[in-house]
Every structure is written in C-alpha cells, then in structure tokens.
C-alpha cells in the first residue's frame, strides 16, 4: 500500500486526523523534504513514537522505484508538505505503483495554489506556474523559460505564481528571485519584469509569522521577509476588488 499524506504549509498541527490515522498505521513513513520546506518532523516523530526517514530527489524520481518495490509488500506513506498532487513527481509515482497493482491512498490539505488567495487575487485568474531555480543547478545558466511564462501570462492578462526553489533545506529568498528576474529582463527588453513591475511577496503561508506585501519591485527587493519559504506574485489585468484589497496590504 502507497500512501501520500499531505502534511499542509506548515508543522504537525496541520495535518488532518485521517493523515494522522494512515501514519499511525503504517510500516514506514518518510518525509518528501525535496519539493518544499516543512516545519513538523521532530514533533511528528514523537507522536508517532516512530522515525520518519526524509527523502531527497533522487529518492523521488531516480530511484522512485525503491518506494514502489517496498509498497509492494509493506504499508508505506510518504508525507508531503502542501498537497501530495501538486507536484508531478508525486503524480507519476501513484502512476507508477497503479500500474504495478499496488493499492493507493492520497490524503489532500491545503496548498500554495489555494493559499495564495489570502493575497486577494482570484484563483481563476493565474496562468501557468513557474519555479525560480537556484542558478547554481542551472549552471548559472538564466532561466528562459521563467521569463517566456511570466512573458506569455501577461500577455492574456493573467496572473504568474512564481515558487521560489530550495536546495538543502535553504529556500531562496524574494529579493535572490526578483534580482534573477531582473537579469533576465536585461537581457530580453521585453518590458516584462523592472524595477517599477508591482508584484506581491507572500512569505510562509500557513504560518503565524506570515507576511504578504504588495508594491514596486525596487521597493521589495530591498524589504526583510523573514524565513522560507516564499512565493512571488506577478499579477495580470487587475479586477477592482482585487486592486482594492491589494491596497490593504502593508
């Protein structure tokens, strides 16, 4: 049996009881510690009264099919900060182990794509995501592609969800984000993303210390946000009550 828990934005609080049922009655339960930043594991493990083994993204994608084998014949969950289906790998390893013949459960919690409504833009309005990646794994290699979505949403009036990329446990920081952005802008000249773009920042959604502001990114790039994670807003054509709460925004 395969199991993806969602484990919310935050720590242990916020996992739902029917996730907390499923742990407790697992074999084994690891931690997806690749695709976000969670806050809860030490206080889960003492709940639990077992180990939660934290996976990486070899782990996940690579060599996946270490998950799938021990499934096969143990009672595995594997715990997800958000929401388990967010994110592909996560698709393509339930793809996997139906395939196989292993039975599958996935327990859904809250997650950046529905969070970031507290910002007062509406859900139905964002285009296509894109990740900021550390350009250390890129090479230092700029990434085109983040700017030709941010480019192609504001085009059809739309609004960007830019998630910002983490690597050992390290998210990247807003102003780390928009000064990439900023680059890219330099060289493309396509007027996409400067100085003067409006943007909202929303760090640590799902936390007590969240902090969403909304200005120039001149302004922001220089503002303190705290820890990760954090996500960038770009938006798209503006409905009046989106403007007027934006402007409720400090």
Not at 77 to 90: F, K, R, Y
Not at 144 to 169: C, E, R
Request: hydrophobic share 40%; net charge negative; glycine share 8%.
């Amino acid at each position: 049996m395969l199991n993806l828990i969602g484990v919310g934005l935050s720590d242990e609080k916020d996992v739902t009881a029917l996730g907390m049922e499923i742990m407790k009655n697992s074999e084994k339960v690891y931690l997806d510690s690749y695709t976000s930043i969670w806050n809860g594991k030490e206080n889960l493990e003492n709940i639990l009264d077992m180990e939660i083994i934290e996976l990486g993204r070899d782990d996940l994608e690579q060599n996946s099919s270490v998950l799938i084998d021990e499934s096969e014949s143990k009672d595995i969950s594997i715990l997800v900060p958000g929401d388990p289906m967010v994110a592909t790998t996560h698709i393509i390893l339930i793809e996997e182990a139906r395939k196989r013949g292993i039975n599958t459960k996935i327990i859904h919690n809250a997650s950046i794509l529905s969070a970031i409504c507290e910002t007062g833009m509406h859900a139905y309005k964002f285009g296509a995501t894109a990740t900021v990646p550390f350009l250390e794994k890129t090479g230092g290699e700029l990434p085109m592609s983040v700017y030709k979505t941010l480019k192609l949403n504001k085009s059809n009036g739309l609004h960007t969800l830019l998630l910002l990329d983490i690597a050992d446990g390290k998210g990247m920081t807003a102003a780390e984000a928009m000064e990439t952005l900023l680059e890219l802008e330099r060289m493309e000249k396509d007027n996409v993303f400067n100085h003067e773009t409006k943007v909202v920042v929303f760090a640590r959604a799902g936390h007590d210390d969240s902090i969403i502001k909304y200005g120039k990114v001149g302004d922001l790039k220089e503002t303190e946000f705290g820890k990760s994670p954090m996500v960038i807003i770009v938006p798209g054509n503006l409905h009046f009550s989106e403007e007027e709460y934006l402007l409720t925004l400090k």
